[in-house]
Protein backbone atom coordinates (compact mmCIF):
# COMPACT_ATOMS: atom_id res chain seq x y z
CA UNK A 1 0.00 0.00 0.00
CA UNK A 2 1.76 3.09 -1.05
CA UNK A 3 -0.80 5.37 0.94
CA UNK A 4 -2.78 5.41 3.60
CA UNK A 5 -6.46 6.41 3.19
CA UNK A 6 -7.42 9.20 5.14
CA UNK A 7 -10.23 12.24 4.80
CA UNK A 8 -9.25 16.09 5.97
CA UNK A 9 -10.87 18.25 7.27
CA UNK A 10 -11.21 21.38 5.45
CA UNK A 11 -14.23 23.46 7.01
CA UNK A 12 -13.36 27.23 7.40
CA UNK A 13 -9.65 26.54 6.93
CA UNK A 14 -7.71 28.25 4.73
CA UNK A 15 -6.53 26.16 2.27
CA UNK A 16 -3.98 27.57 -1.24
CA UNK A 17 -4.05 26.60 -4.83
CA UNK A 18 -1.59 27.75 -7.12
CA UNK A 19 -2.11 27.77 -10.52
CA UNK A 20 -5.03 30.07 -12.25
CA UNK A 21 -6.35 27.32 -15.23
CA UNK A 22 -8.82 24.97 -15.08
CA UNK A 23 -7.49 22.21 -13.39
CA UNK A 24 -7.01 24.89 -10.32
CA UNK A 25 -10.53 25.27 -11.04
CA UNK A 26 -11.80 22.05 -10.48
CA UNK A 27 -9.28 21.71 -6.95
CA UNK A 28 -11.00 24.78 -5.74
CA UNK A 29 -14.49 23.46 -6.50
CA UNK A 30 -13.51 20.61 -4.69
CA UNK A 31 -11.67 22.33 -1.80
CA UNK A 32 -15.08 24.66 -1.88
CA UNK A 33 -17.72 21.86 -1.75
CA UNK A 34 -15.75 20.35 1.87
CA UNK A 35 -16.25 23.66 3.09
CA UNK A 36 -12.50 25.43 2.97
CA UNK A 37 -11.35 28.99 2.67
CA UNK A 38 -9.79 29.28 -0.53
CA UNK A 39 -7.17 31.16 -2.14
CA UNK A 40 -5.61 31.56 -5.78
CA UNK A 41 -2.08 32.32 -6.47
CA UNK A 42 -1.68 32.66 -10.13
CA UNK A 43 -0.78 35.43 -12.60
CA UNK A 44 -3.30 34.53 -14.75
CA UNK A 45 -6.83 32.92 -14.48
CA UNK A 46 -9.34 30.67 -16.68
CA UNK A 47 -13.04 31.67 -17.39
CA UNK A 48 -14.30 29.34 -14.50
CA UNK A 49 -11.52 31.47 -11.60
CA UNK A 50 -12.60 35.04 -12.60
CA UNK A 51 -16.37 33.58 -12.17
CA UNK A 52 -15.85 32.19 -8.71
CA UNK A 53 -14.01 35.00 -8.04
CA UNK A 54 -17.21 37.31 -8.69
CA UNK A 55 -18.96 35.43 -6.99
CA UNK A 56 -17.59 35.66 -4.12
CA UNK A 57 -16.87 32.44 -3.28
CA UNK A 58 -12.87 32.69 -3.13
CA UNK A 59 -9.74 34.82 -2.82
CA UNK A 60 -7.38 35.77 -5.33
CA UNK A 61 -3.61 36.96 -5.95
CA UNK A 62 -2.60 38.31 -9.26
CA UNK A 63 0.77 37.52 -9.09
CA UNK A 64 3.12 34.39 -8.84
CA UNK A 65 3.93 32.42 -6.02
CA UNK A 66 6.29 33.31 -3.33
CA UNK A 67 7.04 31.24 -0.26
CA UNK A 68 5.00 33.35 2.13
CA UNK A 69 1.51 32.48 0.79
CA UNK A 70 2.01 28.99 2.58
CA UNK A 71 2.16 31.09 5.99
CA UNK A 72 -1.06 29.94 7.69
CA UNK A 73 -2.87 27.45 5.39
CA UNK A 74 -3.89 23.90 6.29
CA UNK A 75 -3.04 22.10 2.88
CA UNK A 76 -1.68 23.22 -0.51
CA UNK A 77 -2.52 22.44 -4.38
CA UNK A 78 0.00 23.04 -6.84
CA UNK A 79 -1.86 23.29 -10.75
CA UNK A 80 0.03 25.35 -12.53
CA UNK A 81 1.60 24.69 -16.11
CA UNK A 82 5.48 24.69 -14.99
CA UNK A 83 6.79 22.11 -13.45
CA UNK A 84 9.76 24.37 -11.54
CA UNK A 85 7.06 26.10 -9.95
CA UNK A 86 4.91 23.33 -8.98
CA UNK A 87 8.25 21.47 -7.80
CA UNK A 88 9.32 24.48 -5.62
CA UNK A 89 5.53 24.33 -4.37
CA UNK A 90 6.00 20.96 -3.17
CA UNK A 91 9.54 21.41 -1.77
CA UNK A 92 8.70 24.54 0.40
CA UNK A 93 5.02 22.47 1.38
CA UNK A 94 7.01 19.69 2.67
CA UNK A 95 10.02 21.39 4.35
CA UNK A 96 6.94 22.57 6.93
CA UNK A 97 5.07 19.80 6.95
CA UNK A 98 1.96 20.90 5.41
CA UNK A 99 0.06 18.68 2.65
CA UNK A 100 0.73 18.81 -0.85
CA UNK A 101 -0.67 17.61 -3.90
CA UNK A 102 0.78 18.47 -7.11
CA UNK A 103 -1.66 17.44 -9.61
CA UNK A 104 -0.30 14.46 -12.28
CA UNK A 105 2.75 14.27 -10.39
CA UNK A 106 2.34 11.64 -7.53
CA UNK A 107 6.37 12.00 -6.58
CA UNK A 108 5.85 15.53 -5.71
CA UNK A 109 2.80 14.73 -3.45
CA UNK A 110 2.23 14.18 0.40
CA UNK A 111 -1.36 13.47 -0.76
CA UNK A 112 -3.11 12.79 -3.38
CA UNK A 113 -7.16 13.46 -4.72
CA UNK A 114 -9.18 10.56 -4.72
CA UNK A 115 -11.86 10.04 -7.23
CA UNK A 116 -15.09 10.38 -5.23
CA UNK A 117 -18.39 9.01 -4.66
CA UNK A 118 -20.65 11.90 -2.82
CA UNK A 119 -23.74 10.36 -0.47
CA UNK A 120 -22.97 13.02 1.73
CA UNK A 121 -22.27 12.63 4.78
CA UNK A 122 -21.27 9.51 3.16
CA UNK A 123 -18.27 9.57 0.36
CA UNK A 124 -16.31 6.93 -1.32
CA UNK A 125 -12.92 7.48 -1.97
CA UNK A 126 -11.25 5.48 -4.61
CA UNK A 127 -7.43 5.93 -5.66
CA UNK A 128 -4.94 4.08 -7.87
CA UNK A 129 -2.20 5.58 -6.15
CA UNK A 130 -2.33 8.56 -8.69
CA UNK A 131 -1.02 5.79 -12.08
CA UNK A 132 -4.10 5.99 -13.24
CA UNK A 133 -6.94 8.40 -13.00
CA UNK A 134 -9.36 6.85 -15.47
CA UNK A 135 -8.91 3.36 -14.14
CA UNK A 136 -9.74 5.10 -10.74
CA UNK A 137 -13.12 7.22 -12.06
CA UNK A 138 -14.39 3.59 -13.96
CA UNK A 139 -14.08 2.21 -10.18
CA UNK A 140 -16.64 4.90 -9.24
CA UNK A 141 -19.07 4.46 -12.27
CA UNK A 142 -19.38 1.39 -11.19
CA UNK A 143 -19.85 1.98 -7.31
CA UNK A 144 -22.00 4.44 -8.55
CA UNK A 145 -24.16 2.15 -10.05
CA UNK A 146 -24.51 -0.12 -7.05
CA UNK A 147 -24.98 2.63 -3.96
CA UNK A 148 -28.39 3.67 -4.02
CA UNK A 149 -28.26 7.92 -3.20
CA UNK A 150 -30.32 7.18 -0.23
CA UNK A 151 -27.45 6.01 1.77
CA UNK A 152 -26.33 10.06 2.32
CA UNK A 153 -30.08 10.26 3.90
CA UNK A 154 -29.64 6.48 5.93
CA UNK A 155 -26.06 8.39 7.12
CA UNK A 156 -27.54 11.41 7.84
CA UNK A 157 -30.02 9.77 10.22
CA UNK A 158 -27.71 7.80 12.11
CA UNK A 159 -25.53 11.07 12.85
CA UNK A 160 -28.63 11.97 14.10
CA UNK A 161 -28.46 9.64 16.69
CA UNK A 162 -25.32 8.89 16.96
CA UNK A 163 -25.12 10.66 20.09
CA UNK A 164 -28.30 9.39 21.52
CA UNK A 165 -26.93 5.54 21.05
CA UNK A 166 -23.72 5.87 22.21
CA UNK A 167 -25.19 7.30 25.74
CA UNK A 168 -27.57 4.54 26.17
CA UNK A 169 -24.91 1.96 24.67
CA UNK A 170 -21.52 2.97 26.62
CA UNK A 171 -20.05 -0.26 25.16
CA UNK A 172 -18.37 -0.33 21.74
CA UNK A 173 -19.25 -3.60 20.79
CA UNK A 174 -22.89 -3.12 21.99
CA UNK A 175 -22.94 0.01 19.64
CA UNK A 176 -21.71 -1.84 16.53
CA UNK A 177 -24.17 -5.01 16.27
CA UNK A 178 -26.64 -2.44 17.22
CA UNK A 179 -25.57 -0.39 14.57
CA UNK A 180 -25.55 -3.33 11.97
CA UNK A 181 -28.97 -4.40 12.87
CA UNK A 182 -30.14 -1.04 12.38
CA UNK A 183 -28.45 -0.01 9.22
CA UNK A 184 -28.98 -3.40 7.50
CA UNK A 185 -32.62 -4.60 8.53
CA UNK A 186 -36.06 -2.74 8.27
CA UNK A 187 -34.84 0.70 9.63
CA UNK A 188 -32.62 1.19 6.43
CA UNK A 189 -35.44 -0.35 4.10
CA UNK A 190 -37.78 2.40 5.00
CA UNK A 191 -35.41 5.31 4.28
CA UNK A 192 -34.55 3.85 0.97
CA UNK A 193 -38.29 3.76 0.47
CA UNK A 194 -38.48 7.51 1.46
CA UNK A 195 -40.11 7.21 4.96
CA UNK A 196 -37.60 9.05 6.89
CA UNK A 197 -39.66 10.18 9.98
CA UNK A 198 -41.20 6.46 10.21
CA UNK A 199 -37.67 5.24 9.87
CA UNK A 200 -36.35 7.31 12.71
CA UNK A 201 -39.40 6.48 14.86
CA UNK A 202 -38.39 2.79 13.99
CA UNK A 203 -34.82 3.54 14.82
CA UNK A 204 -35.49 4.99 18.00
CA UNK A 205 -37.43 1.95 18.93
CA UNK A 206 -34.65 -0.22 18.43
CA UNK A 207 -32.91 1.40 20.92
CA UNK A 208 -35.30 1.47 23.59
CA UNK A 209 -35.86 -2.35 22.64
CA UNK A 210 -32.23 -3.27 22.63
CA UNK A 211 -30.74 -5.33 25.69
CA UNK A 212 -26.79 -5.88 25.06
CA UNK A 213 -27.37 -8.60 27.59
CA UNK A 214 -29.56 -10.64 25.53
CA UNK A 215 -26.98 -10.40 22.13
CA UNK A 216 -26.14 -14.16 21.32
CA UNK A 217 -22.98 -15.44 19.50
CA UNK A 218 -22.95 -17.42 16.46
CA UNK A 219 -20.37 -19.26 14.50
CA UNK A 220 -20.28 -19.06 10.67
CA UNK A 221 -18.77 -22.43 9.05
CA UNK A 222 -17.49 -20.65 5.42
CA UNK A 223 -15.57 -21.83 2.81
CA UNK A 224 -12.64 -19.39 1.44
CA UNK A 225 -12.23 -21.67 -2.01
CA UNK A 226 -9.04 -22.85 -3.18
CA UNK A 227 -7.24 -19.75 -2.87
CA UNK A 228 -8.55 -16.84 -5.88
CA UNK A 229 -10.22 -14.15 -3.60
CA UNK A 230 -12.58 -13.38 -6.99
CA UNK A 231 -13.99 -17.22 -6.35
CA UNK A 232 -15.40 -16.27 -3.31
CA UNK A 233 -19.24 -16.36 -2.60
CA UNK A 234 -21.20 -12.90 -1.72
CA UNK A 235 -22.03 -14.33 1.15
CA UNK A 236 -18.66 -15.83 2.36
CA UNK A 237 -17.48 -12.04 1.80
CA UNK A 238 -20.70 -10.78 3.50
CA UNK A 239 -20.10 -12.76 6.79
CA UNK A 240 -16.38 -12.41 6.25
CA UNK A 241 -17.14 -7.95 7.10
CA UNK A 242 -19.17 -9.01 9.75
CA UNK A 243 -17.05 -11.14 12.04
CA UNK A 244 -15.62 -9.83 15.15
CA UNK A 245 -13.41 -13.02 15.18
CA UNK A 246 -12.05 -15.44 12.51
CA UNK A 247 -10.42 -18.85 13.17
CA UNK A 248 -8.34 -19.59 9.97
CA UNK A 249 -6.66 -22.00 8.27
CA UNK A 250 -3.50 -22.85 6.33
CA UNK A 251 -5.19 -22.73 3.49
CA UNK A 252 -6.27 -19.26 3.79
CA UNK A 253 -4.66 -16.79 0.89
CA UNK A 254 -3.43 -13.45 2.20
CA UNK A 255 -5.52 -11.82 0.09
CA UNK A 256 -8.50 -13.31 1.04
CA UNK A 257 -7.33 -12.69 4.77
CA UNK A 258 -6.83 -9.25 3.90
CA UNK A 259 -11.11 -8.99 2.73
CA UNK A 260 -11.73 -9.95 6.36
CA UNK A 261 -13.01 -6.95 8.55
CA UNK A 262 -10.19 -4.79 9.40
CA UNK A 263 -10.45 -4.81 13.08
CA UNK A 264 -12.16 -8.11 13.77
CA UNK A 265 -9.44 -10.75 15.87
CA UNK A 266 -7.52 -13.13 13.79
CA UNK A 267 -6.67 -16.24 15.22
CA UNK A 268 -4.43 -18.65 13.62
CA UNK A 269 -5.30 -22.61 13.35
CA UNK A 270 -3.29 -23.69 10.55
CA UNK A 271 -2.89 -27.32 10.46
CA UNK A 272 0.07 -29.02 8.27
CA UNK A 273 1.34 -33.14 8.35
CA UNK A 274 2.02 -33.30 12.17
CA UNK A 275 2.11 -30.01 12.64
CA UNK A 276 -0.81 -28.27 14.29
CA UNK A 277 -0.97 -24.71 15.68
CA UNK A 278 -4.49 -25.72 17.46
CA UNK A 279 -5.25 -29.31 18.19
CA UNK A 280 -8.90 -30.19 16.34
CA UNK A 281 -11.02 -30.72 19.82
CA UNK A 282 -9.12 -27.67 21.18
CA UNK A 283 -10.45 -25.67 17.91
CA UNK A 284 -13.95 -27.01 18.42
CA UNK A 285 -13.84 -25.77 21.97
CA UNK A 286 -12.05 -22.54 21.12
CA UNK A 287 -15.45 -21.76 18.85
CA UNK A 288 -17.99 -22.28 21.63
CA UNK A 289 -15.89 -20.02 23.91
CA UNK A 290 -16.12 -17.63 21.94
CA UNK A 291 -19.73 -17.54 20.84
CA UNK A 292 -20.38 -17.92 24.35
CA UNK A 293 -19.06 -14.34 24.58
CA UNK A 294 -21.51 -12.77 22.22
CA UNK A 295 -18.81 -12.70 19.47
CA UNK A 296 -19.87 -13.09 15.63
CA UNK A 297 -16.91 -15.96 14.76
CA UNK A 298 -16.16 -17.04 11.50
CA UNK A 299 -14.24 -20.26 11.22
CA UNK A 300 -12.76 -19.63 7.68
CA UNK A 301 -11.55 -22.73 5.71
CA UNK A 302 -9.84 -23.80 2.73
CA UNK A 303 -11.38 -24.74 -0.36
CA UNK A 304 -14.92 -26.13 0.69
CA UNK A 305 -15.40 -26.75 4.75
CA UNK A 306 -17.79 -30.36 3.88
CA UNK A 307 -14.87 -31.75 1.43
CA UNK A 308 -12.38 -33.22 3.83
CA UNK A 309 -11.86 -29.85 6.02
CA UNK A 310 -13.51 -30.95 9.19
CA UNK A 311 -16.37 -28.95 8.94
CA UNK A 312 -19.03 -31.82 10.32
CA UNK A 313 -16.60 -32.16 13.46
CA UNK A 314 -16.80 -28.53 14.28
CA UNK A 315 -20.42 -28.35 13.75
CA UNK A 316 -21.10 -31.36 15.85
CA UNK A 317 -19.50 -30.05 18.86
CA UNK A 318 -21.49 -26.41 18.14
CA UNK A 319 -24.85 -28.76 18.15
CA UNK A 320 -23.91 -30.21 20.99
CA UNK A 321 -23.46 -26.91 23.20
CA UNK A 322 -26.63 -25.03 21.46
CA UNK A 323 -24.56 -22.42 19.53
CA UNK A 324 -26.50 -21.39 16.47
CA UNK A 325 -24.57 -21.45 12.93
CA UNK A 326 -24.38 -21.16 9.28
CA UNK A 327 -22.23 -22.92 6.86
CA UNK A 328 -21.38 -21.61 3.37
CA UNK A 329 -19.80 -23.72 1.21
CA UNK A 330 -17.38 -23.04 -1.20
CA UNK A 331 -15.90 -24.16 -4.49
CA UNK A 332 -13.42 -26.96 -3.23
CA UNK A 333 -10.01 -27.05 -4.19
CA UNK A 334 -10.65 -30.02 -6.46
CA UNK A 335 -12.84 -28.04 -8.57
CA UNK A 336 -11.53 -24.77 -8.47
CA UNK A 337 -7.76 -26.38 -9.34
CA UNK A 338 -8.63 -28.78 -12.20
CA UNK A 339 -10.54 -25.63 -13.82
CA UNK A 340 -7.59 -23.18 -13.48
CA UNK A 341 -5.46 -26.35 -14.86
CA UNK A 342 -7.87 -27.07 -17.67
CA UNK A 343 -8.79 -30.32 -16.77
CA UNK A 344 -12.01 -31.21 -16.83
CA UNK A 345 -12.92 -33.75 -13.84
CA UNK A 346 -16.07 -35.20 -16.14
CA UNK A 347 -15.97 -35.82 -20.04
CA UNK A 348 -18.01 -38.24 -21.97
CA UNK A 349 -15.55 -39.45 -24.27
CA UNK A 350 -12.95 -40.29 -21.18
CA UNK A 351 -14.87 -40.03 -17.69
CA UNK A 352 -18.13 -40.67 -16.56
CA UNK A 353 -17.29 -40.68 -12.63
CA UNK A 354 -15.23 -38.68 -10.49
CA UNK A 355 -14.17 -39.44 -6.50
CA UNK A 356 -12.90 -37.34 -4.41
CA UNK A 357 -10.36 -39.04 -2.09
CA UNK A 358 -8.10 -37.97 0.99
CA UNK A 359 -4.46 -39.49 0.56
CA UNK A 360 -3.88 -38.67 4.13
CA UNK A 361 -5.00 -40.92 6.53
CA UNK A 362 -5.41 -40.91 10.11
CA UNK A 363 -4.13 -43.31 12.25
CA UNK A 364 -5.80 -47.19 12.28
CA UNK A 365 -8.27 -45.94 9.52
CA UNK A 366 -9.92 -48.33 7.24
CA UNK A 367 -7.94 -49.31 3.88
CA UNK A 368 -8.90 -47.44 0.91
CA UNK A 369 -10.36 -48.93 -1.79
CA UNK A 370 -7.94 -49.42 -4.30
CA UNK A 371 -10.28 -51.69 -6.51
CA UNK A 372 -12.33 -49.13 -7.09
CA UNK A 373 -10.31 -46.24 -6.93
CA UNK A 374 -8.32 -48.25 -10.30
CA UNK A 375 -11.52 -48.45 -12.74
CA UNK A 376 -10.86 -47.03 -15.90
CA UNK A 377 -12.84 -44.26 -17.55
CA UNK A 378 -12.53 -42.09 -14.09
CA UNK A 379 -11.28 -39.74 -12.17
CA UNK A 380 -9.56 -39.31 -9.13
CA UNK A 381 -8.57 -36.71 -7.36
CA UNK A 382 -6.59 -37.03 -4.53
CA UNK A 383 -6.22 -34.68 -1.39
CA UNK A 384 -3.34 -34.09 0.74
CA UNK A 385 -1.85 -36.78 -0.87
CA UNK A 386 1.47 -35.52 -1.81
CA UNK A 387 3.47 -36.93 0.96
CA UNK A 388 1.92 -40.84 0.06
CA UNK A 389 2.47 -40.37 -3.92
CA UNK A 390 4.47 -43.41 -4.24
CA UNK A 391 2.40 -45.96 -2.48
CA UNK A 392 -1.11 -44.02 -4.50
CA UNK A 393 0.22 -44.63 -7.83
CA UNK A 394 2.01 -48.28 -6.31
CA UNK A 395 -2.02 -49.49 -5.59
CA UNK A 396 -3.23 -48.21 -8.21
CA UNK A 397 -1.18 -50.35 -10.75
CA UNK A 398 -1.48 -53.35 -8.59
CA UNK A 399 -5.09 -52.90 -8.56
CA UNK A 400 -5.15 -52.53 -12.46
CA UNK A 401 -4.67 -49.05 -14.04
CA UNK A 402 -2.16 -48.63 -16.25
CA UNK A 403 1.12 -47.07 -16.02
CA UNK A 404 1.14 -45.31 -18.62
CA UNK A 405 -2.52 -43.26 -17.45
CA UNK A 406 -1.96 -39.82 -16.93
CA UNK A 407 -1.79 -37.98 -13.75
CA UNK A 408 -1.24 -34.30 -13.07
CA UNK A 409 0.07 -32.48 -10.16
CA UNK A 410 -1.52 -29.38 -9.52
CA UNK A 411 0.34 -26.90 -6.83
CA UNK A 412 -1.11 -23.70 -5.25
CA UNK A 413 -4.10 -23.91 -7.79
CA UNK A 414 -6.01 -20.69 -9.03
CA UNK A 415 -3.05 -18.42 -7.09
CA UNK A 416 -0.57 -16.67 -8.81
CA UNK A 417 1.65 -19.08 -8.07
CA UNK A 418 0.34 -22.00 -9.43
CA UNK A 419 2.16 -24.63 -11.21
CA UNK A 420 0.74 -27.72 -13.16
CA UNK A 421 3.25 -31.17 -13.84
CA UNK A 422 1.92 -33.28 -15.86
CA UNK A 423 3.14 -37.26 -15.99
CA UNK A 424 1.51 -40.65 -15.40
CA UNK A 425 1.62 -43.35 -13.00
CA UNK A 426 5.02 -44.33 -13.62
CA UNK A 427 6.41 -41.02 -13.83
CA UNK A 428 4.37 -39.09 -11.14
CA UNK A 429 6.91 -39.40 -7.89
CA UNK A 430 10.43 -38.60 -9.90
CA UNK A 431 8.35 -35.10 -10.88
CA UNK A 432 7.83 -34.20 -7.50
CA UNK A 433 11.32 -35.60 -6.65
CA UNK A 434 13.18 -33.10 -9.38
CA UNK A 435 10.43 -30.30 -9.06
CA UNK A 436 10.40 -29.90 -5.19
CA UNK A 437 6.55 -29.80 -5.50
CA UNK A 438 5.18 -28.45 -1.99
CA UNK A 439 1.97 -28.40 -0.20
CA UNK A 440 -0.98 -27.65 -0.97
CA UNK A 441 -0.78 -29.87 -4.59
CA UNK A 442 -3.80 -31.52 -5.80
CA UNK A 443 -2.88 -34.76 -7.13
CA UNK A 444 -5.49 -35.96 -10.17
CA UNK A 445 -5.85 -39.27 -11.85
CA UNK A 446 -7.54 -40.34 -15.25
CA UNK A 447 -7.62 -39.89 -18.81
CA UNK A 448 -9.01 -36.52 -18.74
CA UNK A 449 -5.61 -35.24 -17.46
CA UNK A 450 -4.77 -35.34 -21.48
CA UNK A 451 -6.90 -32.70 -22.14
CA UNK A 452 -4.70 -29.85 -20.44
CA UNK A 453 -2.37 -29.60 -23.04
CA UNK A 454 -5.31 -28.36 -25.37
CA UNK A 455 -7.45 -26.95 -22.55
CA UNK A 456 -4.76 -25.02 -20.21
CA UNK A 457 -5.75 -21.46 -20.34
CA UNK A 458 -4.38 -20.30 -16.96
CA UNK A 459 -0.84 -19.96 -16.76
CA UNK A 460 0.84 -17.50 -14.35
CA UNK A 461 3.50 -20.39 -13.38
CA UNK A 462 5.46 -23.21 -14.15
CA UNK A 463 4.37 -26.07 -16.43
CA UNK A 464 6.10 -29.01 -16.93
CA UNK A 465 5.13 -32.17 -18.79
Known amino acids: MKYIPMFLKVRDEPCLVVGGGSIAAR ?5 LKGGANVRIVAPDTDERVEQMVAQGELEIVRRKFEPADLDGVVCVIAATNDDAVNAEVSRLAKARQLPVNVVDSPDLCSFIVPSMMDRDPVTVAISTGGVSPVLARILRARLEASIPGAYGRLGQLASEYRDRVKQALPDVDSRRVFWEDVLEGDVAELVFAGRYEEAGERLAQRLEDFDPEAIQGEVYLVGAGPGDPDLLTFKALRLMQKADV ?4 RLVSQPILEMVRRDAEKIYAGKASANHAIPQENINQLLVRLAREGRRVVRLKGGDPFIFGRGGEEIAELVDEGID ?8 AASGCASYAGIPLTHRDHSQACIFVTGHRRAGADELNWEMLSHKNQTVVFYMGLENVERICRELKAHGRDASTPAALVEKGTTPTQRV ?6 SLPGIIADNDVRAPTLIIVGEVVALHESLGWYKPGQEIT
Do not use: N
Not at 27 to 31: A, G, Y
Not at 325 to 332: G, K, L, S
Not at 421 to 426: E, F, Q
Open 421 to 426: YIGDLD
Open 246 to 249: VVYD
Open 27 to 31: KSELL
Open 325 to 332: FQVVPAIT
